[in-house]
């Protein structure tokens, strides 16, 4: 961690000042308190809205109104082929080849479609390893995958737990819990990042394991997307799904994406839930019965492409294609230690504990930081809404604060600090 640090507005503004990415925040809209942009913290739930996202619906719906169904071939950008402009833009956020990545759907239904294909039980072989306190949504899919399957749900899910007293979970843990399950272990599921303590863990090192004793790995990448700089084709990865709506800014609910790696892609026998979308191109429009895949992640897709919400996906994956996941990175690092640093001054100026419940260290997290307030309740979150600083909670005392490289500025992590010590106090 940097040492320089200082809990100065100067110092901030200076940062602010030197940041390669600082004009990237003129380009969202930040919702307004008392005349000024809210301090935004929460990222990792609901990114900001980009200024061109309106510009970008706008144009769909003024081409529908012009156009009516002529708008599949004849619009600005042709909702025909609508979905195939996203590979391009997806696939490097994720570190994939753009064929290995799709756009459809929402992040559960995605994760669904890649079990039925990826979460294969047979005989002995039937359980899923997933991480300590899984985004629920996920348990769900699993508990479901497990029925659908005709087991119980004791027979299939395996939680991964941290050692007694943790909370972060050891990657060398995971490794030998998979070694143990071995030829019991069909799938490994884990959040690329914890939603919860902001853990990234190592995907690559999990995924090699999981590949050593026969098993499949693939990632819901809802918090890793966008924020950190995952490689999902050079880790060998064989699934993965994120969504939109947080660090890729796309708008409440807005569509997904999934990733099949490329050795999938021609193995016709595996079961996919099909629709046309997914059909050879080539002959998808001869309306044929008889399945025939995309030798691509396209084989997944089951629909025509939502074209309205993919206008606000597109509208934000064009300011990604501005800079890099790299870039992105770096200040992130520099953005969240600065927060960490700040966190550590709040603590010693009131005196209220403070625990970092997420990993300190670059490799083991992205640039969310959750931090237990100690005997505080969701006052604490009310209070600082009140004073224009959006964060969120998590029971039982957790706040999570996600300082985004995109749009947040040292100024703001300043900020935080300098609203929070009156309310500590
Ligand atoms: C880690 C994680 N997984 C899954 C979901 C559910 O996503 P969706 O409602 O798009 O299916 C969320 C939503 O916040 C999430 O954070």
């Given at each position: ?27 969202y809209l930040f919702p307004q308190h008392n005349g000024r942009d809210v301090l935004y913290f929460t ?5 900001l ?335 600082l809404a009140r004073e224009g600083v959006i964060v ?15 749009y947040n500025?040292?100024?703001d992590?300043?900020r935080f600090?300098?609203v ?6």
């Amino acid at each position: 961690m940097e040492t320089h640090f200082k809990m100065h507005l100067s110092w901030a503004r200076e940062q602010d000042a030197k940041d390669p990415l600082k004009d990237f925040r003129k380009e969202y809209l930040f919702p307004q308190h008392n005349g000024r942009d809210v301090l935004y913290f929460t990222g990792n739930s609901l990114g900001l809205q980009p200024k061109g996202v309106q510009a970008a619906i706008d144009q769909e719906l003024q081409d529908w109104a012009t156009l009516g169904v002529e708008g599949h071939f004849e619009a600005q950008h042709p909702w025909f082929s609508y979905h195939e402009d996203f590979a391009p833009l997806i696939a490097p956020i994720v570190g994939a080849k753009e064929k290995e990545v799709v756009v459809m759907n929402q992040l559960t239904v995605n994760m669904h479609l890649l079990l039925i294909s990826f979460y294969r039980p047979a005989g002995k072989r039937k359980k899923i390893l997933f991480e300590y306190k899984p985004f629920p949504s996920d348990h769900y899919a699993f508990e479901s995958q497990a029925k659908l399957h005709g087991y119980t749900t004791e027979e299939v899910l395996v939680e991964m737990q941290p050692r007694e007293g943790e909370i972060q979970i050891k990657t060398e843990d995971i490794i030998a819990k998979i070694h143990e399950l071995g030829d019991e272990l069909a799938t490994v599921c884990f959040g690329g990042v914890n939603y919860y303590t902001g853990q990234w863990f190592d995907m690559k090192a999990i995924t090699v394991a999981a590949h050593e004793v026969g098993a499949t790995c693939g990632f819901d990448l809802a918090h890793a997307a966008g924020n950190v700089p995952v490689q999902l084709h050079d880790w060998n990865i064989d699934f993965a799904c994120w969504c939109s709506y947080k660090y890729l800014n796309s708008g409440p609910g807005g569509v997904s994406g999934a990733f099949v790696h490329e050795r999938h892609h021609h193995n016709k026998a595996l079961m996919r839930l099909a629709g046309w979308w997914g059909h050879n191109a080539e002959t998808r429009f001869l309306m044929q019965p008889g399945f025939d895949p995309m030798p691509s992640a396209e084989a997944w897709q089951l629909s025509n492409a939502p074209v309205l919400s993919m206008a606000a996906h597109r509208a934000a994956l064009e300011l990604f294609q501005k800079t890099t996941m790299q870039h992105l990175r770096t200040k992130s690092l520099l953005l969240s230690d600065y927060l960490i640093f700040v966190i550590r001054e709040i603590e010693k100026k009131t005196g209220q504990a403070m625990e970092i419940i997420s990993p300190i260290d670059h490799a083991n997290r992205g640039c969310q930081v959750s931090v237990r307030v100690k005997g505080r309740n969701k006052q604490l979150v009310k209070d600082l809404a009140r004073e224009g600083v959006i964060v969120d909670w998590r029971e039982p005392d957790t706040i999570r604060l996600a300082p985004v490289p995109m749009y947040n500025s040292f100024e703001d992590v300043y900020r935080f600090g300098e609203v929070i010590i009156p309310l500590l106090s």
